[in-house]
Every structure is written in structure tokens, then in C-alpha cells.
């Protein structure tokens, strides 16, 4: 069974830092694309970044975090991370990691993947 436990949530003035965990199991963890969403009140979920697997190694960022936030992987652990700084107000929401991309071409959409964790918390006060 496949499970992804997000950590590392919190709350942090502007400006501030955050570095978020996402622990996997149940899964051969370096095979994966990993993907970081995010979701604010009344809003959609949104794409973060992505970190492909090990073979490929790609990353990506939204425009909205390109330059502030850095993602990474340690697959002896299992683990994704996504390093924030430069916090802003609007990165305020839950951060969901993903992984097992569906094949239907949807990357930078919470539709193409199959598994989530159950998120975590970031608050930015201005």
C-alpha cells in the first residue's frame, strides 16, 4: 500500500523559510516522478514543482515559485523535500506531494496523478 506523509508545515512571517518533507512507502521510491501542489482557501489545487526519477532527472517549477522554492529528492530515504524561501502571503495553503503519474499527459494538473498525502499546512503573515 501506498502512502506519502507530508511534514514541515508551519507558520512564518514574509520572508521567512520552510523546507517540507514528503516520507514515501510502498513503492520503489526512485522510479517515480515526485510533484509538489499546492491548494488556498476557495481555491483550485495548483501546480508546484515536479522532480522526475532517477534515471531522468528533470526538474520543474511553476512561474509563481520559480527562484524562491527548490525541490529535491534523497531516494536512499525515500523522501522528497521543497525547500522555500522568500515566503510570500500568497504561498500561504496546503502543500500536497503526488506521485505515480497516470500517463494522460496531465504533469502540471492533480488529475494526472494517483497518489497524495494528506498535506500540510504553510501560513505566510505579512
Known amino acids: 500500500q501506498v502512502a506519502l506523509v507530508e511534514s514541515g508545515g508551519g507558520e512564518v512571517q514574509a520572508g521567512g523559510s520552510l523546507r517540507l518533507s514528503c516520507a514515501a512507502s510502498?513503492?520503489?521510491?526512485?522510479?517515480?516522478?515526485m510533484a509538489w501542489f499546492r491548494q488556498a482557501p476557495g481555491k483550485e489545487r495548483e501546480f508546484v514543482s515536479t522532480?522526475?526519477?532517477?534515471?531522468?532527472?528533470?526538474?520543474d517549477y511553476s512561474d509563481s515559485v520559480k527562484g524562491r522554492f527548490t525541490v529535491s529528492r534523497d531516494n536512499a530515504r525515500n523522501t522528497a523535500y521543497l525547500q522555500m524561501d522568500s515566503l510570500k502571503p500568497e504561498d500561504t495553503g496546503v502543500y500536497y506531494c503526488?506521485?505515480?503519474?497516470?500517463?494522460?499527459?496531465?504533469?502540471?494538473?492533480?488529475?494526472?496523478?494517483?497518489?497524495w498525502g494528506q498535506g500540510t499546512q504553510v501560513t505566510v503573515s505579512s
Open positions: 503526488a506521485t505515480f503519474l497516470l500517463g494522460n499527459g496531465l504533469t502540471y494538473r492533480p488529475e494526472g496523478y494517483r497518489y
Open positions: 510502498g513503492l520503489t521510491f526512485s522510479f517515480y516522478t
Open positions: 522532480i522526475t526519477r532517477r534515471d531522468s532527472l528533470s526538474i
